[in-house]
């Protein structure tokens, strides 16, 4: 009995272990879509940008659109798109700012998350995994966006 118990507490903490994985993965995924999108957008027009340049940079919703990053979904891409372009990302993208130029830690989002393309890497591996982390967007960020358009 005791055993059986001890298996349930450990699935459960694995289990959120891994939700909670998984929701940054997908946030670090699409903080770095932005940034690719935006360096493409920036190479079309002759100007090769890095990613520090690009991350700052802000575009249209019609130059997002037409730098779609190649692995990306194309029915997910305009949603991607225009919430880019909200001025709820706008907001969170702001305070975010704020909360890292305030931070006494000047490494702080260094050493310990997986590189971007071993993340694509390992979304190859697992073909499914994209439509879980898929969903995972869409219940954290497009429900809340829709729902507030309801209201």
């Known amino acids: 009995m005791k055993e059986d118990e001890d298996a349930v507490l450990v699935k459960e903490e694995a289990d959120r272990v891994l939700e909670n994985y998984c929701r940054r993965k997908v946030k670090d995924i699409l903080y770095q879509l932005r940034v690719d999108a935006v360096k493409m957008y920036y190479d079309k027009q002759g100007e090769v940008i890095d990613d520090t340049l690009a991350r700052p940079r802000e575009l249209e919703y019609e130059q997002y659109l037409d730098n779609r990053v190649e692995w990306c979904n194309e029915e997910a891409w305009p949603q991607l798109c225009r919430y880019w372009c909200s001025q709820t990302f706008k ?46 967007f869409i219940f954290a960020v497009i429900e809340p966006i829709y729902m507030h358009i309801l209201d």
């Open 91 to 136: 907001k969170k993208r702001k305070i975010g700012q704020e909360s890292r130029l305030k931070s006494a830690d000047i490494a702080q989002n260094h050493g310990g998350s997986r590189p971007f393309v071993e993340t694509q890497q390992f979304l190859v591996c697992f073909p499914y995994l994209h439509v879980v982390l898929f969903c995972m």
